[in-house]
T-cell receptor, first 114, second 118 residues
Framework: AQKVTQAQTEISVVEKEDVTLDCVYETRDTTYYLFWYKQPPSGELVFLIRRNSFDEQNEISGRYSWNFQKSTSSFNFTITASQVVDSAVYFCGLIGGSNYKLTFGKGTLLTVNP | GAVVSQHPSWVICKSGTSVKIECRSLDFQATTMFWYRQFPKQSLMLMATSNEGSKATYEQGVEKDKFLINHASLTLSTLTVTSAHPEDSSFYIC??????????????FGPGTRLTVL
């Protein structure tokens, strides 16, 4: 069984603040894939990043960065200098081994206030 | 690349009628597509996996006779909600996996269809 926990239901910040969204996962597979998706108010899920279990290198893409730590089964997402357009629900997801099914966490609603 | 479309984006229907939702992969072929359901302020729940040329695989608790899935081509899957009732009102989202190099398991999502049953 696989499980994704996003403990933060809602986060509210002021523009230009840095914010970190937490994601903790559980899986028995040694090979697995972690994802982050953004769901703005329009509803469409936007793919942000994919990380496989053998690649623990942190990644940075513009204002976005991801911290993958297998020792704590975490895959946290940081937005630097947040902007109002970052306001959305962010989902962390997991695909374990040969199981193609994507398991989502419950999502974190991020509100960035001007 | 990896664009998935859905039609319609929203639909309102009367109780007892059937509604068809289309999911298309615009710039790639998809032997497998996925259908999710999302209630307000909740996460996405996988309903079924649509397989081109064969029967769909439904998740536990999903009524296959109520949610008919047809994957007749490599770019189109349809979800038909039969005899819809108000409790079927929800946001339905499809996804597909284009099998891009380096991310063969990444799903790309359509914009979703909001169904309201009166």
């Amino acid at each position: 069984a696989q499980k994704v926990t996003q403990a933060q239901t809602e986060i509210s910040v002021v523009e230009k603040e840095d914010v970190t969204l937490d994601c903790v996962y559980e899986t028995r597979d040694t090979t697995y894939y972690l994802f982050w998706y953004k769901q703005p108010p329009s509803g469409e899920l936007v793919f942000l990043i994919r990380r496989n279990s053998f690649d623990e290198q942190n990644e940075i893409s513009g204002r976005y960065s991801w911290n993958f730590q297998k020792s704590t089964s975490s895959f946290n997402f940081t937005i630097t200098a947040s902007q109002v357009v970052d306001s959305a629900v962010y989902f962390c997801g997991l695909i374990g081994g040969s199981n193609y099914k994507l398991t989502f966490g419950k999502g974190t609603l991020l509100t960035v206030n001007p | 690349g990896a664009v998935v479309s859905q039609h319609p984006s929203w639909v309102i229907c009367k109780s007892g009628t059937s509604v068809k939702i289309e999911c298309r992969s615009l710039d790639f072929q998809a032997t497998t597509m996925f259908w999710y359901r999302q209630f307000p302020k909740q996460s996405l729940m996988l309903m079924a996996t649509s397989n081109e040329g064969s029967k769909a695989t439904y998740e536990q608790g999903v009524e296959k006779d109520k949610f008919l899935i047809n994957h007749a081509s490599l770019t189109l899957s349809t979800l038909t909600v039969t005899s819809a009732h108000p409790e079927d009102s929800s946001f339905y989202i499809c996804s597909a996996n284009p099998g891009l190099a380096g991310e063969t398991d990444t799903q790309y999502f359509g914009p979703g269809t909001r169904l309201t049953v009166l």
